[in-house]
């Protein structure tokens, strides 16, 4: 049985990697997921300390994960029009699949600058922000599944 849970463990890893690229599978959650399936097992015992710290870092990439296209907005130089064009643009995205959450608080962004009257190359550089923050919190999914996936690999060696 240990194996078999293993086996689904790993494959969680994979669809959780994956997940981080790919909208609608969230990835970091589906690979914590992965971590108590093989804490199941007899060959894995990772401690509760262990366990809560991955969970907590879960919870705050998960969140960030929508919050940081709104940041990246902010930082280059967009408005709260902008900002909010951005987090709108987050939650429309997702109904479009990978071009929609890529695009959609790009687009949310610049439009969002635009209705406030800023000029286009003002309401570029927003959205282009935004599109940095989808990059950066691409990178920190991947970076966590990665962890979690290594740490799972220490854990059976």
Do not use: N
């Not at 879960?58 to 994960?65: A, G, K």
């Not at 951005?86 to 635009?114: H, K």
């Amino acid at each position: 049985m240990d194996i078999f849970l293993l086996i689904i463990a790993f494959i969680l890893m994979l669809i959780g990697i994956i997940g981080c690229i790919v909208p609608g599978l969230p990835g970091t959650p589906i690979a914590y997921v992965g971590l108590w399936i093989a804490q199941a097992t007899d060959r894995v015992d990772f401690s509760w300390q262990f366990l809560l710290i991955w969970g907590i870092v879960v919870v705050v990439i998960s969140v960030l994960d929508y919050v940081v296209p709104a940041w990246g907005t902010k930082h280059y130089g967009g408005t709260k029009w902008g900002v909010w064009g951005s987090t709108i643009g987050v939650f429309i995205g997702l109904f479009f699949g990978a071009v929609g959450v890529i695009l959609g608080p790009l687009v949310g962004a610049i439009l969002g600058e635009l209705i406030a009257g800023k000029e286009l190359g003002a309401a570029l550089k927003a959205g282009w922000g935004s599109f940095i923050g989808i990059l950066f919190g691409t990178i920190l999914k991947l970076i966590a599944c990665g962890l979690m996936t290594v740490a799972l690999i220490q854990a059976i060696w």
